[in-house]
């Protein structure tokens, strides 16, 4: 655990020092020049209240509250507590035994996923990958905060169902509108 705070301390000092999220930087277009990963949605782009996202999602220590009850319970019926992960990266996690739906705030991630096809309605650029193989049950949603930093992830474990990338985006829309 203390190597993880010290990464995250490092990774921290890394992204001010090199002039990250605060700098005046002129504005990325993506990997490779291409614009076509960023899709517009003015809900999603002010879905924390219309502040800043990316220091909204830095400032969260906890997932778990921001995620709606009622929407997980549809995600993962009959589910136990949620589990958090207090430290970062902040994670929640709820699970049946059978299906599992975990939420995880990245505030200083990078990266874009390779091959990932891109979802529309955020900002920055969202990417589902459907893991197992393709599974269209067990999809992986990553949403950009930015085009250069921050990422929330979201999860979907669900063997014994269609494709779940409905959910995964459902839900990240709802986590970054509960943001403050």
Same mark, same amino acid.
């Not at 269609?162 to 970054?176: E, G, N, S, Y």
């Given at each position: 655990m ?7 301390a490092? $990774?921290?000092?890394?992204?001010? #020092? ?6 005046a930087?002129?504005e ?5 020049g291409s614009?076509?990963? &960023?899709a517009?949605? =003015? /809900?999603?782009?002010?879905?924390a ?5 990316l ?6 220590t906890? &997932? #778990?509250?921001?995620?709606?009850? %009622?929407?997980?319970? =549809?995600?993962?019926p009959? /589910? ?9 990266p902040?994670? #929640?996690?709820i699970?049946?035994?059978?299906? &599992? ?5 990245g505030g200083y991630?990078t ?6 096809p891109? $979802?529309?309605?955020? +900002?920055?650029g969202a990417? =589902?990958e459907?893991?197992n ?10 949403v950009?905060?930015?085009p ?5 992830y979201?999860?979907?474990? %669900?063997?014994?169902s269609?494709?779940?990338?409905? +959910? /995964? $985006? /459902? ?6 509108a509960?943001?403050p």
């Open positions: 203390k190597r993880m705070v010290s990464m995250a490092l $990774v921290s000092t890394l992204v001010a #020092c090199s002039g990250g999220p605060g700098s930087a002129p990325a277009t993506g990997a490779g614009t076509d990963a &960023v517009s949605d =003015a /809900a999603a782009s002010s879905a209240g219309g502040g800043d996202v220091a909204a999602a830095q400032a969260i906890e &997932v #778990c509250p921001l995620i709606p009850a %009622d929407l997980a319970a =549809a995600i993962v009959n /589910a136990s507590a949620p589990h958090a992960q207090t430290f970062p902040f994670r #929640c996690t699970s049946n035994g059978t299906q &599992v739906l975990e939420v995880t705030m991630d990266g874009r996923p390779t091959g990932a891109t $979802v529309s309605g955020f +900002d920055a990417f =589902a459907h893991l193989n393709g599974d269209p049950g067990e999809v992986y949603l990553t950009l905060l930015t250069e930093v921050g990422s929330l979201v999860e979907i474990v %669900d063997p014994s269609p494709d779940r990338t409905d +959910d /995964a $985006v /459902a839900m990240a829309k709802a986590v970054l509960a943001m």
